[in-house]
């Protein structure tokens, strides 16, 4: 059957470089002594530890708890011993370091008890969660939590089922192996996928560059009913819009889903992950990783969560002129701050660049405003706007053009004819947003803490003024009443403010308050007795003593004159 | 000639009574002005801008009473807003106010903090928990970094440490490229 095919707007045509890492069938990468595994690998929070330092784990057994729902379990890729949890510097364009499980394997590989569940009689329910403990995220680079993906939207059912295999970044050719040797896997996990979003159709999106990945899926997918269609080499064709809309003509509007729509979309290596993690009880603790561009042996190999990069590295042999490495592709990708870095979950390509593969960009010239990244751009933005917008920090004119429909893919950049790093200034305005959104809120949080504080504070001052007006008032009547017990009985409730007008009783009132508490007070002081003295030497006591005879001539001599106390 | 006086001076009536409905009617409660300087403001509630929070600084620029260059948490970037808002000139920080400092949080050595509670009173925005008596601690993601709890502390206790960058929070730098060089002839 030929489906119809949609178009994008935009898109660029880049030197596609992948045959120079498919000539070699998927290896397995060498079990290194020592594996740094990052907790956070996912959106949506770090997962806590749930090991400790010296603690024995086994293969694939949970180290890191989802938070929530929103983030996905990390677990062990080897057995061995955890030596420490502690901040190690991650893959990441920052440099910036974040907490890690340090596992030193023992090389003995032993898994925990695999258990496999049978699918077909599993609720949706129960396999989302199965999905959320076996740390299924997006393989395709951004590394979303699968399960999250999965739930139903807002307009009901997920009618079409997607399967990215487009793969449109140049150099990186890790699912065209993987469709090529494992096309029975990832129809087997898109099976899955459509059960639990019980989905009309399954597309199997795969660019026309791959013709025996496509054959390989063909001769898989039959039995799973599964379709795949061939779509035009174009980059981005893989962005999840993009190939969302050459499938099924859909255009997704900024904010939403494609869950909205009737559409969600996978990656081929999520697929055959979560065909591993259902049907043989085992969780993602490992990935298929492109090692190309300036190296001797291009290819792709399995490499378990958490190996150093520079010990893959040795495997291909980057020659002499290297100068950096790339992680992700030459459009999108970003160089790695260091190598002796971990692979992570969204890991999909090491790239050797030398200058004479990569040259270093030419000088940036001013925009002239020719108007080739906007025809250029998939996602029907105007960058050269955001160009200027993010240049001259103008937010929040930048987000008003849309700036957050940005994916990053770079064809902006790469047909500008003056050279600008286009996507570094979206990248800036972006993540600046981002942060004053951040403090926004923050403040907005701190505003009502402190004036809720403050109303706290007066109701208290006011509630303690009330309850010593109350008390006052009451002590006033007992005296009343105690001096007058001839007088007809004084008006039982009466408040300071109704007995004002009484001016001169309310003074005698006032008198006798004061001569009650000073009594009270003399009372008190004459009561003290002096403390703690039975064990005191003979002598001390006899001091004692006579200084309190002292003390009560004192007090006698003050009772007699009661006027003028000073 | 006085048929157009008595026009005139009704048509004066009666859009002086509409004028006059209008102004009560229509009256707008409050300032807004202040609500719009407060939004610029952190919210820190910190005080060294020489009033007791961010609304009554909020309150005494709108009323022309305070420069805009008091807030020292603001930075330049808060001066700048307001300087747009107010429309006046900007102006760098006022030196006696303070300097900018990096974001900070208040942290409590827990085992020489004696449970007096000082800091907690001092705290405006009730970051901090503890009774009498008992080990007090702050509530990090509610901190606002203003410093306010670490004079009243007897034993000197509380450290103000700035807040690590995170990979969440993490910014891309601003992009800094070399432009071509024209050379004239």
Known sequence: MLATLFKFKGGVKPASHKDESTQTPIARAPLPPLLVVPLRQSAGGTPQPLVKPGQKVLKGERIGAPEENFSSAIHAPTSGTVRAIEPRMLPHPSGLSAPCVVLEADGEERWIERVPVNYAAASPDALRDLLRDSGIVGLGGAAFPSHIKLKPGAAGRIETLIINGAECEPWISCDDMLMRERAEGIVRGAAILRHI????????????????????????????????????????????????????????????????????????????????????????????????????????????????????????????????????????????????????????????????????????????????????????????????FSRAKNFGKAQEYGIFDCIECGCCAYVCPSNIRLVDYYRFAKTSMRALEREKTASDAARQRFEFRNQREEREKAEKAARLAAKTAAARQAIAGAEKPAAAVPAPAQTAEESAPALPQLDEAKKALIAAAIARAQAQKEGVQPKNIDNLAPEKQAEIREIEARRAKVREIAKTPPEEPV | MITALLVMAGIAVVLGALLGYASIRFKVKGDPLVDKIDAILPQTQCGQCGFAGCKPYAQAIARGEAEINQCPPGGEEGIRKLADLLGKEFKPLSAEHGTEKPKQVAVIDEALCIGCTLCAQACPVDAIVGAAKQMHTVVAPLCTGCELCVPPCPVDCIAMVPVPETVETWKWKYPVVQMKVVEHA
């Open chain 1, 197 to 388: 979003v019980s989905a009309d159709r399954v597309l199997v999106g795969i660019e026309d560059n791959k013709p025996q990945a496509i054959a390989a899926l063909r001769a898989a997918a039959p039995a799973a009913g599964i379709e795949v269609v061939p779509v035009p080499t174009r980059y981005p064709a893989g962005g999840e819009k993009q190939l969302i809309r050459v499938l099924t003509g859909i255009e997704i509007p900024y904010g939403r889903l494609g869950t909205e729509f009737g559409v969600q979309c996978f990656n081929v290596g999520t697929a055959y992950s979560a065909h591993r993690a259902i049907e043989l009880g085992e969780p993602l603790i490992s990935r298929i990783v492109t090692l190309t561009g300036n190296v001797e042996r291009p290819g792709n190999v399995e490499v378990p969560i958490g190996t150093p990069i520079d010990g893959l590295l040795k495997l291909v042999s980057p020659k002499a002129d290297t100068d950096r490495f790339i992680m992700g592709g030459p459009m999108m990708g970003f160089t790695l701050p260091r190598t002796d870095l971990p692979v992570t979950k969204a890991a999909n390509c090491i790239l050797a660049a030398s200058p004479a593969l990569f040259p270093p960009q030419a000088p940036e010239m001013p925009c002239i405003r020719c108007g080739a990244c906007t025809r250029a751009c998939p996602a029907e933005l105007q960058p050269h706007e955001h160009y200027w």
